[in-house]
């Protein structure tokens, strides 16, 4: 069956580099012991999110009156790291994490993402952005394919993330640098943000018009 890859995700034991350089945008700036407790229903579930760049994280928290960012750094010398590669696993388990594959509707399927994260410290994989919380809404909500939905992974400018599942993998992260974004900032990455979710609307409707014929939809998969 399609899904019986997410088992076989790559897991990173050793990396040339054991530090990573990350950011982590917070609303209202990080208080105490960094911990794996981010809203429930995120892309790959409760953890510490950090990107590879540092746009992605200034434009969810632009919004926000005490918005600040963190330039990080996470060892994974001790840490199992765990590669989601982009592609319809990614995105169904994007749906796991954020409730739309439930016990319920695909009881099989739930519990092989339920037992993905076994072992697993840290998951590193794509970032639904901007751009593509339109394509995967509209993939979930049954307005286009699975086939519209891969050839759009392959347009959009996806950004890396690394999301601390585990106290042990926040303990490997530390903050080099923190600031708080200026206001003059804030406007133009709001601006930058919803130019980014117009860019997606326009890619995703020219995608689900070539592919409309092919592949099958969110409800058929899951049955």
Avoid at 160 to 170: D, E, G, L, R, S
Wanted: proline share 2%; charged share 30%; aromatic share 12%.
């Amino acid at each position: 069956m399609w899904f019986e890859t997410v088992e076989n995700c790559a897991i990173i034991k050793k990396m040339d580099d054991t530090c990573i350089k990350l950011f982590h945008g917070s609303k209202r700036g990080l208080d105490g012991k960094i911990r794996p407790v981010s809203r429930e229903f995120c892309d790959f579930g409760k953890g510490f999110y950090m990107g590879t760049e540092k746009t992605q994280p200034m434009t969810l928290i632009c919004n926000y009156e005490n918005a600040t960012m963190y330039e990080l750094e996470l060892n994974i010398e001790t840490l199992t790291v765990k590669d989601i590669p982009l592609n319809l696993d990614w995105a169904m388990f994007v749906a796991f994490n954020r409730g739309r594959l439930t016990k319920d509707i695909a009881p099989e399927l739930y519990r092989r993402f339920e037992s993905f994260k076994k072992g697993v410290d840290v998951f590193k994989g794509y970032i639904a952005n901007d751009r593509m919380f339109v394509v995967l809404d509209r993939f979930f909500d049954g307005d286009i394919t699975d086939t519209a939905l891969v050839q759009s992974l392959s347009v959009l400018k996806l950004g890396i993330q690394y999301v601390a599942i585990t106290q042990k993998a926040c303990n490997a992260v530390s903050v080099i640098k923190e600031y708080r974004l200026p206001a003059q900032e804030k406007n133009q990455l709001i601006a930058q943000s919803e130019e980014n979710r117009k860019l997606g609307i326009s890619l995703a409707n020219d995608v689900c018009k070539k592919y409309r014929r092919e592949g099958k939809y969110f409800d058929e998969l899951i049955k």
